[in-house]
Protein backbone atom coordinates (compact mmCIF):
# COMPACT_ATOMS: atom_id res chain seq x y z
CA UNK A 1 0.00 0.00 0.00
CA UNK A 2 1.35 3.06 -0.71
CA UNK A 3 1.51 5.27 2.13
CA UNK A 4 2.41 8.48 0.43
CA UNK A 5 0.69 12.00 0.89
CA UNK A 6 -1.04 14.37 -1.43
CA UNK A 7 1.22 17.39 -1.13
CA UNK A 8 -1.96 19.14 -1.10
CA UNK A 9 -2.80 17.48 2.26
CA UNK A 10 0.92 18.16 3.22
CA UNK A 11 0.59 21.71 2.55
CA UNK A 12 -2.89 22.08 4.55
CA UNK A 13 -1.55 20.07 7.49
CA UNK A 14 1.81 22.66 7.92
CA UNK A 15 -1.18 25.59 7.07
CA UNK A 16 -2.78 24.30 10.43
CA UNK A 17 0.06 23.42 12.47
CA UNK A 18 -0.69 24.91 15.86
CA UNK A 19 -3.99 26.14 14.88
CA UNK A 20 -4.80 30.18 13.47
CA UNK A 21 -1.75 31.25 15.59
CA UNK A 22 0.84 28.94 14.24
CA UNK A 23 4.05 30.17 13.11
CA UNK A 24 2.85 31.20 9.67
CA UNK A 25 0.41 33.68 11.43
CA UNK A 26 3.25 34.62 14.10
CA UNK A 27 6.01 34.96 11.41
CA UNK A 28 3.95 37.71 9.21
CA UNK A 29 2.62 39.13 12.68
CA UNK A 30 6.19 39.88 14.23
CA UNK A 31 7.13 41.21 10.96
CA UNK A 32 4.31 43.91 11.12
CA UNK A 33 5.55 44.97 14.44
CA UNK A 34 9.10 45.37 14.23
CA UNK A 35 7.97 47.18 10.77
CA UNK A 36 7.02 50.37 12.67
CA UNK A 37 9.20 49.60 16.15
CA UNK A 38 12.33 50.02 13.69
CA UNK A 39 11.20 53.32 13.21
CA UNK A 40 9.83 54.16 15.95
CA UNK A 41 10.37 57.65 15.91
CA UNK A 42 8.28 58.20 13.10
CA UNK A 43 5.33 55.95 14.41
CA UNK A 44 5.12 56.29 17.62
CA UNK A 45 7.22 59.38 18.87
CA UNK A 46 5.73 61.49 16.07
CA UNK A 47 2.20 60.72 16.72
CA UNK A 48 2.82 61.33 20.66
CA UNK A 49 4.14 64.82 19.76
CA UNK A 50 1.65 65.91 17.53
CA UNK A 51 -1.51 64.41 20.14
CA UNK A 52 0.80 66.92 22.54
CA UNK A 53 0.35 69.71 20.44
CA UNK A 54 -3.13 69.56 20.23
CA UNK A 55 -3.32 69.36 23.57
CA UNK A 56 -1.78 72.39 24.58
CA UNK A 57 -3.60 74.61 21.36
CA UNK A 58 -6.83 73.07 21.84
CA UNK A 59 -6.78 71.78 25.66
CA UNK A 60 -5.31 75.17 26.87
CA UNK A 61 -6.33 77.42 24.04
CA UNK A 62 -9.91 77.17 23.48
CA UNK A 63 -9.89 75.95 27.69
CA UNK A 64 -9.11 79.67 28.39
CA UNK A 65 -12.39 80.78 26.63
CA UNK A 66 -14.15 77.34 27.45
CA UNK A 67 -13.94 77.02 30.68
CA UNK A 68 -16.13 74.10 30.97
CA UNK A 69 -18.20 71.21 28.90
CA UNK A 70 -20.95 69.43 31.07
CA UNK A 71 -19.47 70.28 34.15
CA UNK A 72 -16.13 69.02 33.39
CA UNK A 73 -12.88 71.62 32.89
CA UNK A 74 -12.41 71.90 29.16
CA UNK A 75 -9.13 70.38 28.65
CA UNK A 76 -10.14 67.23 30.56
CA UNK A 77 -13.01 67.00 28.09
CA UNK A 78 -11.30 67.25 24.69
CA UNK A 79 -8.63 64.49 26.00
CA UNK A 80 -10.31 61.55 25.93
CA UNK A 81 -11.52 62.14 21.83
CA UNK A 82 -7.77 62.80 21.38
CA UNK A 83 -6.08 59.89 22.39
CA UNK A 84 -8.98 57.85 20.30
CA UNK A 85 -8.19 59.88 17.37
CA UNK A 86 -4.46 58.99 18.08
CA UNK A 87 -5.35 55.00 18.38
CA UNK A 88 -7.19 55.71 15.11
CA UNK A 89 -5.21 57.19 13.07
CA UNK A 90 -2.21 54.79 13.77
CA UNK A 91 -3.80 51.98 13.25
CA UNK A 92 -4.77 52.83 10.06
CA UNK A 93 -1.98 54.52 8.74
CA UNK A 94 0.08 51.18 9.86
CA UNK A 95 -2.25 48.79 7.66
CA UNK A 96 -2.59 51.16 4.68
CA UNK A 97 1.15 51.59 4.41
CA UNK A 98 1.97 47.94 5.23
CA UNK A 99 -0.15 46.54 2.17
CA UNK A 100 0.58 48.95 -0.13
CA UNK A 101 4.17 49.31 0.35
CA UNK A 102 4.02 45.31 0.63
CA UNK A 103 2.01 45.22 -3.20
CA UNK A 104 4.32 48.28 -4.37
CA UNK A 105 7.59 46.22 -3.80
CA UNK A 106 6.36 43.29 -4.70
CA UNK A 107 6.95 41.01 -1.70
CA UNK A 108 3.36 40.74 -1.24
CA UNK A 109 3.62 37.71 -3.56
CA UNK A 110 6.32 35.92 -1.08
CA UNK A 111 3.76 36.46 1.50
CA UNK A 112 0.89 34.75 -1.09
CA UNK A 113 3.37 32.06 -1.84
CA UNK A 114 3.68 31.16 1.82
CA UNK A 115 2.18 28.33 3.54
CA UNK A 116 -0.28 30.91 5.09
CA UNK A 117 -4.52 31.04 4.91
CA UNK A 118 -6.24 34.48 4.47
CA UNK A 119 -7.75 34.64 7.89
CA UNK A 120 -3.92 34.22 9.26
CA UNK A 121 -3.01 37.04 6.84
CA UNK A 122 -5.90 39.51 8.00
CA UNK A 123 -5.26 38.78 11.48
CA UNK A 124 -1.59 39.33 11.63
CA UNK A 125 -1.66 42.82 9.93
CA UNK A 126 -4.83 43.97 11.25
CA UNK A 127 -3.64 43.04 15.15
CA UNK A 128 0.06 45.01 13.67
CA UNK A 129 -2.31 48.13 13.60
CA UNK A 130 -4.04 47.53 17.03
CA UNK A 131 -0.61 47.08 18.86
CA UNK A 132 0.50 50.20 16.89
CA UNK A 133 -2.50 51.66 18.23
CA UNK A 134 -2.88 50.84 21.01
CA UNK A 135 1.19 51.88 21.98
CA UNK A 136 0.13 55.36 20.62
CA UNK A 137 -3.01 55.91 22.80
CA UNK A 138 -1.26 53.91 25.75
CA UNK A 139 1.67 57.24 25.48
CA UNK A 140 -1.03 59.74 24.82
CA UNK A 141 -2.79 58.48 27.88
CA UNK A 142 0.26 59.08 29.60
CA UNK A 143 1.14 62.36 28.66
CA UNK A 144 -2.41 63.83 28.97
CA UNK A 145 -2.27 62.37 32.72
CA UNK A 146 0.44 65.24 34.02
CA UNK A 147 -1.29 67.89 32.13
CA UNK A 148 -4.71 67.52 33.17
CA UNK A 149 -5.03 64.15 35.47
CA UNK A 150 -7.09 62.40 33.21
CA UNK A 151 -8.86 59.86 34.81
CA UNK A 152 -10.48 56.63 34.02
CA UNK A 153 -13.78 56.16 35.75
CA UNK A 154 -14.56 52.76 33.69
CA UNK A 155 -10.66 51.03 32.77
CA UNK A 156 -12.16 47.60 31.18
CA UNK A 157 -14.54 49.49 29.31
CA UNK A 158 -12.11 52.30 28.42
CA UNK A 159 -9.78 49.58 27.22
CA UNK A 160 -12.62 47.44 25.04
CA UNK A 161 -13.24 50.83 23.17
CA UNK A 162 -9.72 51.65 21.78
CA UNK A 163 -9.47 48.12 21.04
CA UNK A 164 -12.63 47.97 19.11
CA UNK A 165 -12.19 51.38 17.15
CA UNK A 166 -8.95 50.41 16.50
CA UNK A 167 -9.76 47.08 14.72
CA UNK A 168 -12.07 48.63 12.79
CA UNK A 169 -9.96 51.49 11.35
CA UNK A 170 -6.66 48.45 11.40
CA UNK A 171 -9.24 46.79 9.07
CA UNK A 172 -10.20 49.67 6.64
CA UNK A 173 -6.13 50.22 6.37
CA UNK A 174 -6.06 47.23 4.93
CA UNK A 175 -9.02 47.53 2.78
CA UNK A 176 -7.20 50.95 1.79
CA UNK A 177 -3.81 49.14 0.96
CA UNK A 178 -5.54 46.55 -0.82
CA UNK A 179 -7.55 48.89 -2.82
CA UNK A 180 -5.13 51.99 -3.30
CA UNK A 181 -3.10 52.16 -6.83
CA UNK A 182 -1.00 55.27 -5.65
CA UNK A 183 -0.25 56.34 -2.31
CA UNK A 184 -2.23 59.73 -2.37
CA UNK A 185 -5.67 56.95 -2.43
CA UNK A 186 -3.67 56.15 1.47
CA UNK A 187 -3.75 59.83 1.84
CA UNK A 188 -6.94 60.70 0.31
CA UNK A 189 -9.28 58.34 3.10
CA UNK A 190 -7.56 59.94 5.76
CA UNK A 191 -7.30 63.92 4.87
CA UNK A 192 -10.82 64.05 3.63
CA UNK A 193 -13.12 61.35 5.37
CA UNK A 194 -11.22 60.44 8.91
CA UNK A 195 -9.87 63.74 10.11
CA UNK A 196 -13.35 65.60 8.98
CA UNK A 197 -15.87 62.87 10.65
CA UNK A 198 -13.11 63.25 14.06
CA UNK A 199 -13.79 66.78 13.44
CA UNK A 200 -17.18 66.50 13.41
CA UNK A 201 -17.46 63.86 15.92
CA UNK A 202 -17.28 65.59 19.11
CA UNK A 203 -13.74 65.62 19.91
CA UNK A 204 -13.75 69.53 20.90
CA UNK A 205 -17.22 69.89 21.34
CA UNK A 206 -20.53 67.99 23.42
CA UNK A 207 -23.40 67.64 20.69
CA UNK A 208 -25.64 69.18 23.15
CA UNK A 209 -23.48 72.74 22.05
CA UNK A 210 -24.72 71.92 18.73
CA UNK A 211 -27.34 73.75 16.79
CA UNK A 212 -30.12 71.03 15.21
CA UNK A 213 -28.97 70.78 11.60
CA UNK A 214 -24.99 69.76 13.12
CA UNK A 215 -26.36 67.95 15.55
CA UNK A 216 -28.18 65.36 13.22
CA UNK A 217 -24.65 65.52 11.58
CA UNK A 218 -23.13 64.75 14.22
CA UNK A 219 -25.47 61.36 15.21
CA UNK A 220 -24.70 60.16 11.56
CA UNK A 221 -20.80 60.19 11.96
CA UNK A 222 -19.53 56.66 12.93
CA UNK A 223 -16.48 58.35 14.72
CA UNK A 224 -18.97 60.26 17.41
CA UNK A 225 -19.39 57.13 18.74
CA UNK A 226 -16.38 55.67 19.66
CA UNK A 227 -15.34 59.02 20.58
CA UNK A 228 -18.48 59.62 22.89
CA UNK A 229 -18.14 56.09 24.44
CA UNK A 230 -14.78 56.53 25.53
CA UNK A 231 -15.24 59.80 27.16
CA UNK A 232 -17.84 57.80 29.10
CA UNK A 233 -15.18 55.21 29.88
CA UNK A 234 -12.36 58.06 31.15
CA UNK A 235 -14.94 60.50 32.90
CA UNK A 236 -18.29 59.15 33.20
CA UNK A 237 -20.24 61.13 31.22
CA UNK A 238 -21.88 61.16 27.35
CA UNK A 239 -24.13 62.16 25.13
CA UNK A 240 -24.91 58.62 24.58
CA UNK A 241 -26.19 55.35 26.10
CA UNK A 242 -22.54 53.80 26.11
CA UNK A 243 -23.23 50.09 26.17
CA UNK A 244 -25.13 50.05 23.22
CA UNK A 245 -22.65 52.17 21.69
CA UNK A 246 -19.99 49.41 22.04
CA UNK A 247 -21.76 46.86 20.98
CA UNK A 248 -22.35 48.38 17.64
CA UNK A 249 -18.66 49.57 17.10
CA UNK A 250 -17.87 45.25 18.50
CA UNK A 251 -20.33 44.57 15.54
CA UNK A 252 -18.52 46.99 12.76
CA UNK A 253 -15.14 45.96 14.40
CA UNK A 254 -16.10 41.83 13.15
CA UNK A 255 -17.79 43.02 9.92
CA UNK A 256 -14.24 45.17 9.19
CA UNK A 257 -12.35 42.08 9.78
CA UNK A 258 -14.35 39.90 7.99
CA UNK A 259 -14.25 42.29 4.89
CA UNK A 260 -10.81 41.76 5.06
CA UNK A 261 -10.72 38.08 5.10
CA UNK A 262 -12.43 37.86 1.93
CA UNK A 263 -10.56 40.54 0.10
CA UNK A 264 -7.42 38.89 0.65
CA UNK A 265 -8.86 35.06 0.30
CA UNK A 266 -10.47 36.60 -3.29
CA UNK A 267 -6.78 38.04 -4.03
CA UNK A 268 -8.57 41.44 -5.34
CA UNK A 269 -5.85 44.28 -6.48
CA UNK A 270 -3.19 42.12 -4.66
CA UNK A 271 -0.84 43.14 -7.45
CA UNK A 272 0.69 46.78 -8.28
Known sequence: MDHTKHPAAIDEKS??????????????????????LKVWTQTLLSPLFTSLLYIVVFGYGLGSRVREVNGIPYIEFVLPGLV??????????????????????RYIDDV???????????LAYVLGGVVRGMLVGVGTFALAIPIAGLPAEHPLLLVATGLAASTIFSSVGVVAGILATRVDHIFFLTNIVIQPLAFLGGVFYSVQMLPTSLRVATYLDPIFYAIDTFRFAALGISDIPPYPALTVL???????FLVTVELLRLGYKLRY
Open 15 to 36: ILLGGILGIPFRTLLSREILRF
Open 84 to 105: LMSIITASYGNTSSSLFDAKRE
Open 112 to 122: LISPITPLQMS
Open 250 to 256: AVFAILA
